[in-house]
């Protein structure tokens, strides 16, 4: 008994124990992906590394790493805020490294000069010759930095006076030998690599890297008699720190900047100790049954020791695997985030190199359940597609999301380009299969067999008003939706409807969260009448810009679709006013398209003037809202829009035991009538400027919804939705009102910094937040990720409700349960022996 009670006492105190700063993590990268070029500061303790050479130009950072343990002393930007877009080919800088500075020119020609121990600016200036390469020369005047190409011209390295030039008045050709072989005479150990198979050899030992993977440079960083020290880049973005002694090579350190280019990420749940499923009983990790034995097994292994670190984290969900993946590297990760393991990879996996590359998860629980819509997905599966335009086709893989165990994998011919994806449920080698619409409307199953395809055919019959889809042509700005139905053995598309902006450019498309859980199907207001909400799976947005680049954009806008015989809405110019009159920074140039996917309409438009697009506008969709973000260049601010859609009201006197209102539970997107909800809007705005947005995940939706943002100042922000509530009102709060817990409205939303999710950690580069939900209603799980920087952290939206408070005395809780326990056995003896002795007279 003593025994349980302490256990229990432990459980208790791991549970509600403040845990501020031991929940969240931050991984810092060096931003630039794989090395390229690096070098020691004078020291040899300062690595720094760049992924820029003579011939690569595709970064804009700038770091440097402490030789020691490998970890980021600083970090630099070193693009101008017009040079930082990663898809064209003018991005990036010239890097020169010396012993004591580092020199980077960026594309607008910004020459700057940074200390190469502490990141800090010692000297910039403007050159004409965007295209000029650096270097630095050594003669008796000391160190100048060179700057040219047939005529450099010269600077003092530390001071950037000019001066005359000494020796190197030419631009020296770069060594590629240097890269290729490393060698340390002391201890006879060399350090050479094979483009062909990555395979790094010494005289005295070898490393082999993964067969997918090559190096790009070695570095020899120090070299003794007893020690030789090598650092080695590979081209998915592996750095290391090699040491050779004795024959024997040993990893000091490693770290993967492929992390700092993260493209998508999801969190999976891996409390579950159920590791063995049968794939033809796949459903088996879904009953009940299998369940409580997981829960008993994870208790046993709790009480015996084997979940050490882990404790009552693996009862109550926390355990969660960040999948990552990287475009950039090619590569999968997989990333522990709980315990004294939290930051490091569980697993990381190279996959082909392609065009692009999409973690497909998503399916349902059973083949009967509709699209996933409202069905958590608990199976592990998860399909890795890539596409490769150069082969034509694509390879993926199934793996097990937690443990990142291949299950099975192949290539695909495709005849013609993917359009679409569609996650769907299988019962054959991969329980998380799909169907890829190409654009000539055909479709292809991945895995590519009978049983997929079947598993397909089925799941498209149960769906009883037809199984849709779309497509959204960014290039074109067309978005057309799609019914995928079942025609005997094969499956058939049907064009349903198309939607096109003209002279638009698609520049952000937002869907809802299909494991999002509504909580309730109305919002109660204070005079306890009833707002329904617009709730449609079906709805995603579509954030368009104004592409016409002649002096009066409007004026074409109107012209075009007077042509059609019709208005784009949204862009109506007010009573008695020309198009020609209104100012050009009163024009609008960004619109928020709300689009059914079903019929392919646009049920409202809401257009923005002054609209800059860097940073690239956010979007969020949770419940009936709709939160987007854009920064004006008019107010220098970011506006924050919210559209709150609703089918109708209930008044207080509408609904009682005696009387209800006449509704129907049917809905159709295809009937017009119904199609069109009641829209709110509001428009806020925050000094600090927004690079993304996400919504806080709780498994019940009882806890309030949070906007998570993630601001340029690298800080993320979690605001409550009460303060963007588009019916704040203008004037002075009512009682009614007030008991809803309205505020009047105040265009400014405050930021206040100690009250950043992130605390005092700087998360650069955010731009895309995810947020998984736990067993435990008020906790939250974020990962910030797109960036420099991988964020994850736990909070609690509506505090913690469901759990003890920090002033709960749990000793005064346990005594007081001994002592009932102990009067209880008393009062069972007591009257044991009483019954025996009335049974005796």
Not at 409 to 429: C, K, M, R
Not at 547 to 556: G, I
Not at 776 to 798: C, K, N, W
Request: glycine content about 8%; charged content about 20%.
């Amino acid at each position: 008994m003593l025994l349980l009670i302490s256990a229990s006492l432990q459980i208790t105190h791991a549970l509600f124990k403040e845990e501020a700063g031991l929940l969240d993590f931050l991984v810092s990268t060096t931003g630039h992906g794989p090395v390229r070029t690096c070098g020691l500061d004078a020291t040899g303790r300062i690595l720094i590394s760049s992924n820029n050479d003579d011939t690569t130009i595709s970064s804009c950072y700038l770091a440097a790493r402490s030789v020691e343990n490998g970890n980021v002393l600083w970090r630099r930007r070193v693009c101008s805020e017009d040079d930082d877009d990663d898809s064209t080919t003018t991005t990036g800088y010239r890097v020169a490294i010396s012993p004591q500075s580092v020199a980077t020119l960026d594309r607008k020609g910004i020459l700057t000069v940074w200390d190469i121990t502490t990141g800090s600016l010692l000297w910039d200036m403007m050159v004409s010759d965007t295209d000029a390469v650096l270097w630095y020369t050594n003669d008796d005047g000391g160190t100048k930095l060179a700057v040219g190409n047939r005529n450099p011209t010269f600077f003092e390295a530390s001071t950037g006076a000019p001066t005359e030039g000494g020796g190197g008045a030419s631009y020296p050709k770069p060594d590629t030998t240097a890269k290729m072989q490393k060698s340390c005479s002391k201890n006879k150990a060399s350090m050479s690599f094979s483009k062909t198979d990555g395979l790094i050899t010494s005289f005295t030992s070898e490393f082999a890297l993964p067969k997918d993977d090559t190096v790009n440079s070695i570095e020899m960083i120090s070299c003794t008699e007893d020690l030789a020290s090598f650092f080695i880049a590979t081209e998915r973005g592996t750095s290391l720190m090699l040491n050779v002694s004795d024959g024997k090579s040993s990893v000091k350190w490693s770290v993967e900047e492929g992390l700092g280019a993260v493209d998508a990420a999801i969190l999976m749940d891996a409390s579950s100790t159920v590791d063995d499923v049968d794939q033809a009983e796949g459903e088996k990790l879904l009953t009940l049954s299998s369940r409580i034995q997981s829960q008993v097994k994870d208790m046993t292994d709790f009480f015996t020791g084997k979940s050490v670190g882990l404790g009552r984290d693996q009862f109550f969900g926390f355990v969660k695997v960040a999948i990552l993946l990287s475009n950039k590297v090619n590569r999968l990760y997989g990333m522990e985030t709980i315990g004294e393991a939290r930051s490091s990879l569980r697993y990381k996996i190279d996959l082909p190199e392609a065009k692009w590359h999409k973690i497909i998860r998503g399916n349902t629980n059973a083949l009967s359940s509709l699209h996933g819509i409202g069905g958590g997905t608990h199976v592990r599966d998860i399909l890795v597609v890539s596409y490769s335009d150069r082969e034509k086709g694509i390879h993926w893989k199934c793996l097990d999301g937690v443990t990142g165990v291949e299950s099975a994998s192949s290539f695909i011919d495709l005849g013609s380009p993917i359009v679409q994806i569609l996650p769907l449920a299988s019962h054959s080698s991969c329980r998380q299969s799909a169907a890829l619409i190409l654009e000539d409307n055909s479709v292809v199953f991945v895995p590519e067999d009978e049983g997929t395809k079947n598993d397909a055919i089925q799941h498209l019959s149960n769906s009883p008003n037809g199984f849709y889809s779309h497509t959204v042509n960014k290039e074109k700005g067309i978005v057309e939706s799609l019914l995928i139905e079942p025609q005997g053995s094969q499956v058939g598309i049907i064009s349903m409807g198309t939607t096109s902006f003209p002279q638009e450019k698609i520049v952000a498309v937002a869907y809802p969260d299909r494991e999002e859980v509504v909580q309730s199907p109305c919002s109660a207001l204070g005079d306890q009448s009833l707002l329904l909400k617009y709730i449609n799976p079906h709805l995603f947005v579509v954030v368009t810009t104004s592409s016409v680049t002649d002096e009066d954009p409007y004026t074409t806008l109107m012209k075009i679709n007077k042509e059609q015989k019709r208005k784009p809405t949204g862009v109506t110019p007010p009573a008695g006013v020309e198009p020609a009159s209104i100012p050009s920074e009163e024009r609008p140039n960004l619109f928020v398209n709300v689009v059914d996917s079903v019929s392919g309409r646009v049920i409202h438009r809401a257009s923005h003037a002054s609209a800059a697009l860097k940073p690239t506008p956010s979007v969020v969709i949770s419940e009936n809202w709709i939160i987007y973000s854009f920064a004006n260049e008019r107010t220098r601010r970011t506006e924050i829009g919210v559209l709150s859609l609703y089918e109708g009201m209930v008044d207080s006197k509408g609904l009682t035991a005696f009387s209800s209102p006449e509704r129907t539970t049917a809905f159709s997107s295809v009937d017009v009538k119904e199609a069109k909800p009641v829209v709110l809007s509001k428009t806020y705005s925050m000094v600090k400027g927004i690079t993304a947005l996400g919504i806080s995940a709780t498994g019940g939706g009882i806890s309030g919804r949070r906007l998570l943002a993630a601001t340029l100042s690298g800080q993320i922000f979690g605001i409550d939705r009460k303060m963007i509530e588009p019916r704040r009102p203008l004037s002075k709060v009512k009682d009614a009102e007030q008991k809803e817990g309205l505020r009047q409205y105040d265009e400014l939303i405050p930021t206040v910094s100690l009250m950043a999710l992130s605390h005092s950690s700087t998360v650069e580069g955010v731009k895309d937040i995810v947020s998984a939900p736990t067993d435990l209603e008020s906790q939250t799980l974020i990962l910030a990720f797109g960036g420099p920087d991988i964020f994850y952290t736990r909070t609690s939206p509506s505090r913690g409700f469901d759990l003890l408070p920090e002033s709960f005395s749990r000793v005064l809780l346990s005594i007081i349960v001994a002592a009932l326990l102990a009067v209880l056995f008393a009062i069972k003896t007591r009257v044991s022996k009483k019954m025996k002795d009335q049974g005796w007279v």
